[in-house]
């Protein structure tokens, strides 16, 4: 099994890694501006700090990730698996959240204000 990718603080901004297996990657501080990510796997990745503002993360899993005090600004979060990420401090305004599944997300300070969606709310212990 080969380890996971580093890409912490790295410029991957527009990058296209649909439906990429990213299991664990450390992208702490990485610029993932317009990236699309979508039915990307994420899951236990470490997304603390980094810029997701505008990135298509439809359908992918975060499940257990970190993203505490990332910018998530305008993402799309649509049926995203949430489950047990850390979101604190997360700015999340604008985001799309429709169906994402989050019901154990860790959301503390995060800044949900202007985001959409219907599906079950984050935990906000």
């Keep these: 099994m080969s380890n996971p990718p580093d890409l912490a603080k790295k410029d991957l901004s527009h990058v296209n890694l649909a439906t990429a297996n990213m299991a664990g990657a ?18 236990g990745a470490d997304l603390t700090a980094a810029d ?11 499940r257990n990730a970190s993203a505490s005090h990332a910018n998530m600004e305008d993402a799309d979060l649509r049926d995203a698996d949430l489950e047990g990420t850390n979101l604190r401090g ?6 799309k959240l429709g169906d994402a599944q989050r019901t154990a997300a ?9 985001s ?3 599906g ?3 935990s906000g212990d």
């Design 90 to 95: 997360a700015h999340m305004a604008g985001a």
């Design 52 to 62: 997701l503002s505008h990135a298509n993360l439809a359908g992918a899993c975060l």
């Design 116 to 118: 959409s969606g219907d």
């Design 120 to 122: 079950e709310s984050a």
């Design 106 to 114: 860790v959301a503390a300070g995060a800044d949900f204000a202007g």
């Design 26 to 43: 450390d992208l702490h501080e990485a610029n993932l501006s317009n990236a699309t990510l979508k039915e990307t796997n994420l899951e």
